[in-house]
């Protein structure tokens, strides 16, 4: 059976609110309803957002890992959303790469419920599997069993940039997926996440991370 654990979601963060006070419980529901425009549906504009890394862009620059860092969300949001993204979690981490969390500044404990992008690099080794066996096509089987599925086709896509990236659709089980584009070079893995991101909003957002 394939495996989904490429796929990311929020449930497995759903029993750690209990523990926020509730303040931040509201503000975790506030930042819920703030992202999360259905596929499809698209109720709000479609907008670019710059990203603000300075809470980790010094330990990022030390870090001497080459960087791809997005320089903007592309998505459906509302209209009066002024403020910039901002990498509220992560940074350089103990397997050689970096892992970043990109979310509202005001999310509570940057929870993975209003985080909004997921940027990451990691090395490769000699038993990293290729791209296409670390994301196979989802199985018939498995597709019977989850709430939505995106529409958009996997594979390869070669950016504006001339990169060529593997563009992997979310899926919906217990919650909202991750749409992911994957490339390696430099030695890493470079993996740009959206939650329930449109193929084409993904693909301008790795277009961002080659300027």
Not at 85 to 112: M, R, S, W
Not at 172 to 199: C, N, P
């Amino acid at each position: 059976m394939v495996s989904l654990m490429p796929q990311r979601t929020w449930f497995p963060f759903a029993s750690r609110l209990y523990r926020l006070p509730l303040l931040g419980l509201l503000a975790a529901a506030l930042c819920t309803t703030l992202w999360v425009s259905p596929v499809g549906a698209a109720p709000f504009p479609l907008r670019q957002v710059p990203i603000d890394y300075s809470r980790m862009k010094d330990a990022l620059r030390a870090s001497g890992i080459p960087l791809h860092l997005p320089t903007r969300v592309v998505y459906a949001l509302p209209p009066d959303l002024k403020r910039s993204f901002y990498g509220t979690k992560g940074g350089p981490n103990q397997d050689g790469g970096y892992e970043i969390y990109v979310g509202h500044p005001d999310c509570p404990q940057a929870a993975l419920n209003c985080t909004i992008a997921i940027v990451s690099a990691t090395p490769l080794a000699s038993d990293t599997p290729s791209i296409e066996q670390a994301f196979p096509p989802l199985d018939p089987s498995i597709r019977a069993h989850l709430s939505r599925v995106s529409p958009d086709p996997q594979g390869w896509v070669t950016l504006a940039t001339g990169q060529s990236v593997y563009f992997v659709p979310w899926v919906m089980g217990a919650s909202m997926g991750f749409a992911q584009v994957v490339w390696d070079e430099h030695g890493y893995r470079y993996t740009i996440e959206l939650k329930g991101g449109d193929r084409q909003w993904l693909l301008q957002m790795a277009n961002s991370a080659f300027q």
